[in-house]
């Protein structure tokens, strides 16, 4: 199972030097294709200082087809849906613009990325992306208020 084999390739050498901002782990050890990735908002974003929770799934076909990527972690934000599914629009991630040469990692650090710089051009949540382009102010404050409530871990 050569998917197998570069699924674990790619998890060592992610554990191992993770991106900045940027954690992962297996959602449960015995499956490959299951990972919890914790990522940390960006500083100067409206996320800074929030903890996230992204699902990262890997299909069986593995690079040949693109893993999906969701917050399981409720984000306010143009490029991930407003619903219990969090999925997220990269469009790398698309099945015509996937490639299999294309890494976790770089998924992984683009969709880190798109927390600092969302594309409003190419929103899923078209009231939000708006927003955004409209009355960011406002935008950011929302954005804020929803990384408090939700993404903040409690200090005990």
């Known amino acids: 199972m050569g998917s197998q084999k570069r699924i674990a390739k790619e998890l060592a050498e ?20 299951e ?3 914790y990522m940390e908002g960006p500083e100067g974003s409206p996320y800074h200082n929030g903890k996230f929770l992204v699902k ?22 143009p490029n991930v849906t407003n619903d219990d599914k969090g999925s997220m629009c990269l469009g790398m991630l698309r099945p015509d613009e996937w490639k299999p040469s294309s890494r976790i ?30 009355d960011r102010p406002r935008y950011e404050e929302i954005a804020r208020e929803w990384t408090r409530k939700f993404a903040t871990e409690e200090k005990a």
């Open 105 to 134: 990692a770089a998924v992984l650090q683009f969709a880190r990325q798109l927390l600092d710089e969302p594309m409003p051009d190419d929103a899923v949540e078209g009231r939000i992306a708006e927003q955004y382009k409209n």
């Open 35 to 37: 990972w919890k990735v």
């Open 14 to 33: 992610l554990m191992e030097s993770p991106p900045a901002g940027i954690s992962v782990q297996l959602a449960d050890e015995s499956n490959l294709y």
């Open 56 to 77: 990262l799934t890997l299909p069986t076909e593995y690079p040949f087809k693109p893993p999906t990527v969701s917050f399981a972690t409720k984000i306010y934000h």
